[in-house]
C-alpha cells in the first residue's frame, strides 16, 4: 500500500499541455519471485492499459499469469482508473507467476485516452516484443500467450489478434449495433488504406504485438482506441502476420465505447490518411514532378521499345523468310537481338546516371525478364498465327501488348533504388490454432490417390526421404531398401488448397493441439497454383499440387531441402552452403558468394589434381569436423563452361547451355527475387520456368573424371574471393557469422522466410534450431584452419594446391592414382543409420 501512496503523490503540479506520461515512475509491485527490477530485460512485455477495473484485474491475473509461465515476460500494467484498479493490483501482483510493474497515470497526464496509454507503456517496456491486451478478458489470456509465441519465434515484426479469418471469431461483441460497428469500420480502414492493409484482416484489433526494435514511438501519435491502425499505418514496410482468436464476452465492468470515441476514430482514419497523403508526396515517388518523370521515362522507353520492334522485325524477316527457320525458334532469336538494342538505348539513354547497381548486372536482369515475357509471348504469338494473321504482324502484336509489364519491371525492379524496391510482404501469414479441417473448404481431396512411395532415399546414413516424384538433386543417395512406411519425410502428391483464384498467397499454420501442427501455402491461382501443405508429424509428411508434381526442382529446392535442412539440425548435423573435395588425404572445404567461381574452381581442382569429391553446394558436417558426402548435381554457368572442357556434351546440350545458364544464373534468381516482393504467384512463375527451360545440371563426373569419397575430416577452409590477391586469416567467430550468413543466403527463394518460423522438428522450435545449427558450426569451425583467399583471375584453383604444398613442407599433392581405395571406388551405401554425433 506503501507503493500506492507514491504512485498518488509522484506527480508534480505541471500544466496539462507540458505533461509526458512517460515521466510518472514505474513501480515493481510484485510477482515473480519478486525478480522485477533486479533480473535481466523479459524477452516480452504485456502491456495492459486499465481503466476503471478493479473487478476484472482478479481474473485476469489469474489466467494470465500462468498462461505466459516459461515466456520470459512481464506485466505492465498502465492505468488511467479513479476506482482503485492500482489498489487491487498490489494486492494480488505478489502470487503472480511473472514480475509485475504498474505505471499510474494521474487526471491531466491522460492525453491520447487508450492510444496515449498504449505509446507511454511501450516506452517503459523492457522487453524486446511488447504485446498489447484488453483486461476484460475479451482478449482470452491463452490466446495472447499463442500470439506471444509466434511473435518471439521471428518471421514478422507486428502479430495481429485477429476475429476475422480462419477459425476467429467475434462472438463476444455484444449486440447487433457493435457487431455492424466493427465490420463497417474494418470496412472502412481497409477500403481507406487498401495497400498496406491487403494482408490484414482485422486492422482494429485490440490484441496485437509487436517488436521494439522495428517500431519508432516517436512516428505514433494515436487518438482513442485504435492503436494497431496507428502502427500499421505509421510502419508501413513492418512485416504482418496473423493469429486468429475467438473474441470473448466482458467478464465484468462496463464497455468504454461511446459516440464520442466514434467520432474519435473518424478524426483518427481522416488523420491518418492525410498525413499519408502528405508522407506520400515528401517521398518523392508519387509526386507531381516524379510523375511527370515516370510518364517522361515511359514515353521515352516507349519509343525505344518501337525501334525495338523494327530491330526485332527485321531480325525475324530474315530468320524467317529468308534462313527458313521455324517461326517460334525465329522469333526467340529475334528476341536476342532486340533485346541487345533495347538494353544499350534504355541503359545509356532512358536511365542514364540514374540506374543502381553494376551494368552487368542490369544487364543480366533485363536479359533475363525478356526472356522470361519471351516464355509468355511465343504461346500467343502462335494463336496469332493459327487464326490467320502473318508471321511478322502477330509478333509486332505480341510484342507491344508486353509494353506496360516490361516497363513496369525495368522501371520498378531493374533500374529502381533499393529504397524503392523494398516493400509489402505479398503473402499473408496466418497462425490458426484450430484444426485444419476447420478452414481447409469442401472437399479437400478430389479423388483418390495412391500413397506409395516409389523414390527413396537415404541422405547421409542420418535422414531417410520418401516421394511419390523424382528428386534428382537426391539420387545418389537412392535407397530402395528402405521401407515405404520408414521415411523421415514423404512427399506425395494430392489436390492441395481452395478450388477457386484468389488475391494473394497465404501460408497458414494449424496447431490444433491434438494434431501435428500443418502449413499449408497457397497461391493466387487455386488448385492450379504452386501450392502444398506440409504436416510437422512423424514422418513429416509434404503434399504437392499438380504443377508442383511437374517440377521437381522447385520441390526439392524450396519445400525438401528447407525441411530437410531442420531434420539434420535436430540429430547434430547441419547441411552447411559449402563446396568439399579431399586433395592428398587433406580435407578442402571452398564457400563463397554465389556466381564467384567456386564450382569451376572444384572442378578444376579435381581435373587437374585428383583427389574425391563429395560436394559443390551443400555439405552435411558435424560438430567433431566430420563432413559427409551432398553431391548434388552441379548447376553450370557461363564462367564454368570456360573453365572446364566438358566433351561429353552433345552438341545440343551445349547449345541449350547458353540459353538455360543465363536463365539460370545469378542475374535471374536476382530478377525472380526482386519480382517476389510484388503480389504474384512467384512459386508457380518459377516453376513453370523450370518446367519449360530446365536449370542446366549435371552429374560431377560427367563433366570431370573423379573420384567419389563419402566422407572426410576438414582440415582446411578457403573462404574465395574475387578481388586484389591477397590471403588472411580469418578468427573463428567471423568465421562463424560468415558461414552462417552464407547459408542462410541459400534459402532465400520464397516461401522459405515464411515457412522457416513455424517449423518444429524434433521438440525444437525455430529459434531454438537455428541455435543448435550455431552451436554444431562452431564445434565444426574449431578444429578447421580458416582462410580468406582472393584472386582477381580466376586463380583458386592455382592457389590451393601451392597452399596445401607448402604446408606439407613443399610436396606435392599426390597424384589420383595414389588415392584409390575400395571406399574411394564403392559407391557409398550407408549400412547402417547413424547416431546423433557420430562419424560417418
Known amino acids: 500500500m506503501a507503493q500506492l501512496a507514491d504512485v498518488r503523490s509522484a506527480s508534480d503540479v505541471r500544466s496539462e499541455s507540458d505533461v509526458r506520461s512517460e515521466s510518472e515512475p514505474v513501480l515493481a509491485l510484485g510477482g515473480g519471485h519478486n525478480a522485477a527490477d533486479t533480473a535481466a530485460p523479459p524477452r516480452l512485455t504485456v502491456l495492459i492499459p486499465t481503466r476503471d477495473e478493479r473487478d476484472s484485474v482478479p481474473l485476469l491475473l489469474g489466467r494470465l499469469g500462468p498462461a505466459l509461465a516459461g515466456l520470459d515476460a512481464e506485466l505492465l500494467f498502465v492505468d488511467d482508473s479513479d476506482d482503485g484498479t492500482p489498489v487491487a493490483l498490489a494486492e494480488l501482483a505478489d502470487d503472480c507467476p511473472v514480475p509485475v510493474r504498474l505505471l499510474h497515470r494521474q487526471p491531466g497526464a491522460r492525453g491520447g ?74 470496412r472502412l480502414v481497409k477500403a481507406a488504406f487498401p495497400r498496406r492493409l491487403a494482408t490484414v484482416s482485422d486492422p482494429l484489433s485490440g490484441l496485437f504485438a ?72 515528401r517521398e518523392g515517388p508519387v509526386s507531381r514532378r516524379e510523375r511527370l518523370r515516370q510518364l517522361g521515362r515511359m514515353v521515352a522507353f516507349g519509343l525505344v521499345g518501337l525501334s525495338g520492334v523494327a530491330v526485332n522485325t527485321a531480325a525475324l524477316w530474315l530468320l524467317f523468310d529468308r534462313f527458313g527457320m521455324h517461326h517460334l525458334v525465329a522469333a526467340a532469336l529475334a528476341t536476342q537481338v532486340s533485346t541487345t538494342w533495347n538494353f544499350l538505348l534504355v ?15 542490369r544487364a543480366v536482369r533485363f536479359y533475363g525478364l525478356n526472356n522470361l515475357l519471351l516464355l509468355a509471348r511465343l504461346p500467343a504469338l502462335q494463336v496469332l498465327v493459327l487464326t490467320g494473321m502473318g508471321v511478322l504482324s502477330a509478333n509486332a502484336v505480341s510484342l507491344v501488348m508486353l509494353f506496360l509489364l516490361r516497363f513496369l519491371v525495368s522501371d520498378r525492379v531493374i533500374y529502381g533504388s533499393s529504397t524503392r524496391q523494398g516493400g509489402r510482404d505479398p503473402v499473408r501469414l496466418l497462425v490458426d490454432p484450430g484444426p485444419a479441417a476447420a478452414t481447409a473448404g469442401p472437399a479437400h481431396a478430389t479423388r ?66 491434438t494434431e501435428p501442427a500443418a502449413l499449408p501455402y497457397e497461391e493466387h491461382l487455386g488448385r492450379f497454383g504452386a501450392n502444398f501443405r506440409v504436416s510437422l508429424g512423424d514422418p513429416i509428411t509434404v503434399e504437392i499440387g499438380p504443377l508442383l508434381a511437374r517440377s521437381p526442382h522447385v520441390v526439392y529446392t524450396n519445400i525438401v531441402e528447407a525441411l530437410l535442412r531442420f531434420v539434420l539440425i535436430s540429430r547434430d548435423r547441419m547441411l552447411l552452403h559449402s563446396a568439399c573435395i579431399e586433395l592428398g588425404g587433406t580435407g578442402v572445404m571452398l564457400s563463397a558468394l554465389t556466381d564467384t567461381g567456386k564450382t569451376a574452381t572444384i572442378l578444376r581442382l579435381l581435373r587437374e589434381q585428383g583427389g574425391r569429391f563429395l560436394s559443390d553446394d551443400m555439405t552435411v558436417v558435424d560438430a567433431t569436423g566430420n563432413a559427409v558426402c551432398f553431391p548434388k548435381p552441379l548447376t553450370i554457368s557461363s564462367h564454368t563452361l570456360r573453365a572446364v572442357n566438358a566433351n561429353d556434351l552433345t552438341r545440343a546440350e551445349w547449345r541449350r547451355l547458353n540459353f538455360q545458364s543465363r536463365l539460370h544464373s545469378k542475374g535471374g534468381r536476382s530478377l525472380a527475387l526482386a519480382l517476389a516482393r510484388f503480389n504474384l504467384p512467384i512459386m508457380g512463375i518459377n516453376a513453370l520456368t523450370q518446367i519449360l527451360v530446365p536449370p ?113 613442407g613443399g610436396s606435392a599433392v599426390p597424384a589420383a592414382a595414389a588415392l584409390v581405395s575400395s571406399q574411394a571406388q564403392a559407391w557409398p551405401r550407408w549400412g547402417a543409420r547413424l547416431a546423433p554425433g557420430s562419424a560417418a
Open 113 to 186: 485516452g487508450l492510444g496515449g496509454a498504449v505509446v507511454a507503456g511501450a516506452r517503459q517496456a523492457r522487453g524486446g516484443w511488447v504485446l498489447v491486451m484488453d483486461a476484460d478478458l475479451q482478449h482470452p489470456p491463452e490466446s495472447a500467450a499463442l500470439l506471444a509465441r509466434t511473435a518471439m519465434r521471428g518471421g514478422a515484426d507486428i502479430v495481429v489478434g485477429t476475429r476475422y479469418a480462419g477459425t476467429g471469431s467475434k462472438a463476444g461483441l455484444s449486440g447487433a449495433s457493435r457487431l455492424l460497428t466493427s465490420t463497417a469500420s474494418t
Open 210 to 281: 509487436f517488436r521494439t526494435g522495428a517500431v519508432d514511438l516517436d512516428r505514433l501519435n494515436p487518438l482513442g482506441f485504435k492503436v494497431l491502425l496507428e502502427l500499421l499505418v505509421r510502419h508501413p514496410t513492418a512485416r504482418v502476420a496473423e493469429v486468429a482468436y475467438t473474441f470473448a464476452p466482458r467478464a465484468a465492468g462496463d464497455s468504454k465505447a461511446s459516440l464520442r470515441e466514434g467520432v474519435a476514430f473518424l478524426r483518427h482514419v481522416g488523420r491518418l490518411r492525410r498525413d499519408r497523403l502528405v508522407g506520400q508526396l
Open 347 to 361: 541503359d545509356g539513354l532512358v536511365y542514364r546516371g540514374r540506374a543502381s547497381g553494376t551494368r552487368t548486372g
Open 448 to 513: 483418390k490417390r495412391s500413397t506409395y512411395l516409389p523414390y527413396r532415399y537415404d541422405v547421409a546414413g542420418t535422414v531417410t526421404i520418401g516421394s511419390q516424384i523424382r528428386l534428382p538433386e537426391l539420387e545418389f543417395f537412392r535407397a530402395q531398401w528402405i521401407a515405404d512406411g520408414e521415411v523421415d519425410i514423404a512427399v506425395r502428391v494430392g489436390d492441395v488448397g481452395r478450388r477457386t483464384p484468389h488475391r494473394r498467397a497465404s501460408l497458414v499454420q494449424h496447431t490444433e493441439p
Open 696 to 808: 542446366p545440371k549435371y552429374s560431377v563426373d560427367r563433366l570431370v573424371p573423379c573420384l567419389m569419397g563419402s566422407s572426410t575430416q576438414v582440415e582446411e577452409l578457403f573462404v574465395i574471393e574475387r578481388g586484389e590477391p591477397r590471403l588472411s586469416g580469418l578468427d573463428p567467430e567471423t568465421a562463424l557469422e560468415r558461414m552462417l550468413v552464407n547459408t542462410e543466403d541459400a534459402y532465400g527463394f520464397p516461401p522459405y522466410r515464411y515457412l522457416a518460423p513455424a517449423i518444429t522438428v524434433g521438440g525444437l522450435t525455430y529459434p531454438q534450431l537455428k541455435e543448435r545449427e550455431r552451436e554444431i558450426l562452431a564445434g565444426f569451425l574449431s578444429g578447421v584452419r580458416t582462410r580468406v583467399l582472393a584472386s582477381d583471375c580466376f586463380g583458386w584453383a592455382d592457389e590451393i594446391p601451392r597452399l596445401l604444398a607448402a604446408d606439407r
